[in-house]
């Protein structure tokens, strides 16, 4: 029997950015105890274009936690150094940076100034496997810059604080349905019984 469908909402807008979540009830219909157990999905919309695996089914919190915990960064992101390279490179220089192996000729270009804050889509998390994502400040407006895999990195320029005050509303969001669909129906109660 595959999960059931509970609640889920789309926070922000597709066509710039957006935040998007759904809840599952399990197959075996148990209820979560608390309302950041949840299980379902969590993507994001960049531009119109989907950024996340909607099929991977996660604790939500587990990753919307980690996007709320980057957007409060914001104010943080400026970089010489990044802002003077190609979106391509400033992600690469970024993954490098924190992932990369002892590289001395990109030592030597870069150094190894901490850059972990530039990223947006830390590796291991299940909704974002695969991609690779970083915020960028400049003046008024922030570059989220993201790729797929091996493919060419796509920039999207925003007004400053548009990551942070989406993930937060979503963030808020889940939170409110989370707790209201515990409410009633007896927090470890299994729905299949009703």
Aim: hydrophobic share 45%; aromatic share 12%.
């Amino acid at each position: 029997m595959p999960a059931i469908f509970r609640f889920g909402k789309r926070i922000g807008e597709r066509w710039k950015f957006a935040v998007e979540f759904e809840a599952y009830v399990l197959p075996d219909g148990t209820l979560p105890r608390l309302w950041n157990e949840w299980w379902g999905t969590l993507w994001l919309w960049v531009n119109g274009s989907l950024v996340g695996d909607t099929t991977e089914i996660e604790t939500v919190m587990n990753d919307l936690g980690s996007l709320h915990t980057i957007a409060l960064a914001t104010g943080t992101r400026r970089s010489n150094l990044l802002s003077a390279q190609s979106p391509q490179k400033a992600l690469e220089i970024v993954m490098w940076a924190v992932y990369g192996d002892e590289d001395e000729t990109m030592r030597a270009a870069v150094g190894r100034e901490s850059l972990e804050h530039f990223e947006v889509l830390p590796r291991g998390k299940a909704f974002f496997n695969g991609w690779q994502a970083i915020l960028l400040e400049a003046g008024n407006e922030e570059h989220f810059i993201c790729r797929h895999g091996s493919e060419a990195a796509v920039d999207v320029v925003w007004p400053l604080g548009t990551f942070r005050d989406i993930v937060f509303q979503a963030k808020d969001e889940f939170e409110k349905l989370a707790r209201s669909n515990l409410i009633g129906g007896g927090a470890a109660e299994s729905i299949a019984k009703k």
